[in-house]
């Protein structure tokens, strides 16, 4: 449950609940019907199956359907905005650390090549920039995209295998500019879902940094 929504999956469907309303979900079948990871956002949730990541939106429509008598059916489903897909996909070894969803952008970490992280535009499933994933320096062993904010100015944070952590922009993707290392010794990491704080716990300590994108403008302003 996150961002006033409660999702429920079944072996052959999925339910969304509104904190509005819990008395008539939203009810729709399952591609598959064999999912290992529900990831939410305020206005998307993300559904990893057996061999498909789906991205749907909380938004209802409504289908109508000839019933052949005065009656017509109205069913209510779930919105499925892409289902993003690159060479070699593994759904089924996706996990937490593994994919992360923003309001406008999938992530999801290479599960054979573990220094590549693979960015899509969460409402049409197309590759971000020039179509080619990211290409960290070491293994990556977590990511964790900004919540909020402007598209344009999307973050995503990677831990790789030295607990390094860092920082890059989405949208501007082999430029260097709003890239960095934030810190050493992170065993795990969190955006806020409020504003553009991040959240870590750094050598067994609790560190918060109020404006992480600041290491894009001037780092000595960093640990200010």
Known sequence: MSHGHLVVVTTSQCYVYTTRNWNTPTIFDLKEGSV??????????????????????????????????????????????????????????????????????????????????HMFDSNTGKPLGDGRPFVHKQDVVEIALEQTGPAHERKLAIIDKNRDLHLISVRRLGSGSGSGKLGAMVQSLRWSSDCSMLAAMQDSRFTLWYYPAIISVDRALLNR
């Not at 109508?64 to 892409?82: A, K, P, V, Y």
Request: one cysteine or more.
């Open 36 to 117: 290992s990871l529900i990831r939410q956002t305020s206005r998307q949730f993300l559904i990893v199956e057996s061999t498909a990541i789906f991205v749907y939106s909380y938004e209802v429509s409504v289908i109508n359907h000839e019933s052949g008598t005065l009656l017509d059916h109205h069913h209510h489903q779930g919105r499925m905005l892409c289902s993003p897909k690159w060479p070699g996909m593994r759904p089924e070894a996706l996990s937490r650390q593994t994919v992360s969803l923003s309001s406008d952008c999938v992530a999801v970490r290479d599960m054979t090549d573990e220094k590549t992280v």
